[in-house]
């Protein structure tokens, strides 16, 4: 497999948790526990990309290589796209979008997205899908949504549950009878040509109805190939909550090493 770079945009405000890459979990911050997933990838690189000189002195200690970029991106796609200028990336090399708010990011997932991406020199972007198994998740708003063709390029992601079934939804289900639908998870990877272009566009009518920002590649024809993860992908941390169900797992992880060492 031919390398490719892994950055983690950490940006320092957000809504609902200030701070949240530098939250504390089993004695690190939130992003340091995500940049050593990122490095047990095949990555070949791993950048953390940030807005904050508070972050980057976070990660100073543990070597971890750091870019800074703008405080007013858009989005993490847009701040990728500065990344890749910055670094004087080649067109066709591949980097992969790691959240900085996902502590518990299987690094088998990083890769195979990676892959996915080279193995189809005609998409633009890679990412990855699971499927939905309750009825809650499917109608939740917050849970993103993918349709794909036969070739597992994307045809359409939304935050409704599509497909619809006309018979099934006229009364909402109390369960599921087959796999049909499918959750899509935030893991990207990119070719440096497409995110040259990306941030040049505008966003896009269905982008901003549906607050997606990979719908603007589909509106400008760019191919997104969507791959079935090959193991569960653990959520990441948006609520108080996730925070708190984090922090137990990895202190628990954590306890474990230390027995272990013992």
């Known amino acids: 497999m031919q390398d490719f770079i892994a950055v983690i945009p950490a940006r320092f405000a957000s809504t609902r948790l200030p701070g949240k890459p530098l939250l504390d979990i089993a004695g690190e911050p939130m992003v340091a ?19 904050d000189a508070r972050i980057r002195d976070a990660m100073a200690p ?13 989005s993490g796609t847009d701040r990728l796209a ?4 910055t670094l004087g990336l080649a067109d066709d090399a591949v980097l992969v979008n790691v959240q900085g708010d996902e ?7 990083i890769d195979q997205v ?14 990855l899908a699971e499927p939905i198994g309750d009825v809650e998740t499917l109608f939740n708003p917050n849970v993103v949504k993918v349709v794909r063709a036969l070739s597992g390029r994307a045809l359409y992601f939304s935050r409704a549950p599509i497909p619809w ?16 639908w499918l959750r899509h998870i935030g893991l990207y990877a990119y070719r440096v040509s497409f995110l040259d272009e990306y941030r040049h566009w505008t966003p896009s009518p269905l982008e901003q109805l549906e607050q997606l920002e990979q719908l603007r ?23 108080a909550e996730d925070l708190a169900r984090v922090r137990q797992i990895l202190g628990q992880e954590e306890g474990r090493d230390d027995e272990g060492e013992r």
Request: proline share 7%; hydrophobic share 45%.
């Open 82 to 85: 500065e990344v890749a200028d």
């Open 114 to 127: 990676a892959v996915r991406l080279m193995d189809d020199p005609g998409a633009s972007i890679a990412t």
């Open 165 to 180: 079934d006309r018979e099934a939804f006229a009364a909402r289900p109390e369960l599921l009878e087959t796999d049909a």
């Open 103 to 109: 502590p518990l990011l299987p690094a088998t997932l």
């Open 217 to 239: 590649a589909l509106h400008h024809g760019h191919a997104i190939q969507v791959a079935l993860s090959r193991e569960p992908h653990p959520a990441g941390v948006d609520t």
């Open 33 to 51: 526990h995500v940049w050593r997933r990122a490095s047990a990838s095949a990555a070949g690189r791993v950048v953390v990309a940030t807005d």
């Open 62 to 74: 543990l070597g971890a290589e750091v870019v800074m970029t703008r405080d007013d991106h858009p």
